[in-house]
């Protein structure tokens, strides 16, 4: 069953005023930001909103301060200048613009998954076992104790930058070694065999589940951005197996604080069982990206989206004019 998804609350261009479209920025992500918000400006230039596309968070600052914009919709990726970790929630708030997507405390605890599984685990929700990798840890003594193969990755990055999949003791190294270019801390997780699914969030709603088949061993950076060949099945199960899935999904985005819009990736396991992996507080808006995907199949339009996603950045108490 196809959830049930509410009209836009604005149908007056005008209400939005002048919009940034922030985009680029300096994380490891920006060539997929800049993918995103040119996707995005185009969508929403095309519905008649006023908006420009702005490079990262200084020239946004910038603008802000010369008063050229009233609001701002954010489609950085990443952290460390990437607009994705709190940071620029939190100058946003202090010069009171309003902005798209989850606040502060959503938008931080998102970014760093080592944070996301405590909460997760807290409340029971289901996320493979992991270790926190410090300098000095024993990786060979981590790994074992998971149980190989293991996922080695920044806790703080996405896009699957950094990500290795280690199957044999002689390649952990290398494994941290990748994950260490990166800021942060590192996470070693065990690894789900099984399929690999996202479940889109768009303000109350979790959009139909899609079940990623890359054509390769695993649904990495080149798959997700580059490949033409991969296969996104969506809705990706059905009957009681897909309620479950989206029920898991939004609470998980609920209890990681994130509001507004975002993605949640889940992984299957042979036996019917989900693990949550983390949550996505910047999902991609490419053509290759999944919630444009999952917001098609319940008949919303990639301009309708952005329009709804830029919807978020409004008052709940406004009215439709």
Known sequence: MKPSIPAPRCTD????????????????EREVSLNSGANVL???????????????IPALIEALLAKRFDRVFNILHGNKGGGEDGV??????????PYTGSGVLGSALGMDKIRT????????????????????????????GLGLPVIVKPSCEGSSVGVSRVFNEADLAAAVELAARYPGELLM???????????????????????????????DYHAKYVAEDTQYVCPGLDGTAETQMQAQAL????????????????????????????????????????????????????????????????????IRP
Not at 13 to 28: D, E, H, I, K, P
Not at 91 to 97: C, D, K, P, S
Request: hydrophobic residues 45%; negative net charge.
């Open 189 to 219: 997780e065990q690894m789900i065999v099984g399929g690999e699914y996202t479940v889109g969030i768009l303000g109350d709603v979790a959009l139909p589940s899609i079940r990623i088949v890359p054509a390769g061993e695993y649904y």
């Open 88 to 97: 620029l929630q939190g100058l946003l708030e202090a010069l009171h613009v």
């Open 42 to 56: 185009e969508a929403l230039r095309a519905r008649g909103v006023d908006a420009h596309a702005v490079d990262g």
């Open 117 to 144: 599984k405590q909460v997760w685990l807290s409340l029971g929700l289901p996320t493979p076992h992991y270790v926190r990798l410090e300098p000095g840890d024993d990786i060979k003594a981590a790994a074992l």
């Open 251 to 318: 609470a998980a985005f609920r209890a990681a604080g994130c509001t507004g819009w975002g993605r949640v990736d889940v992984m299957r396991d042979r036996d019917g069982n989900n693990f949550l992996l983390e949550v996505n507080t910047a999902p991609g808006m490419t053509s290759h990206s999944l919630v444009p995907k999952a917001a098609g199949q319940v008949g919303i339009s990639f301009e309708d989206l952005c329009w709804r996603v830029l919807e978020t950045s409004l008052p709940q108490e406004a």
């Open 13 to 28: 261009a005008r209400a939005f005023g002048r919009v940034a479209v922030l985009m680029g920025g300096t994380s490891a």
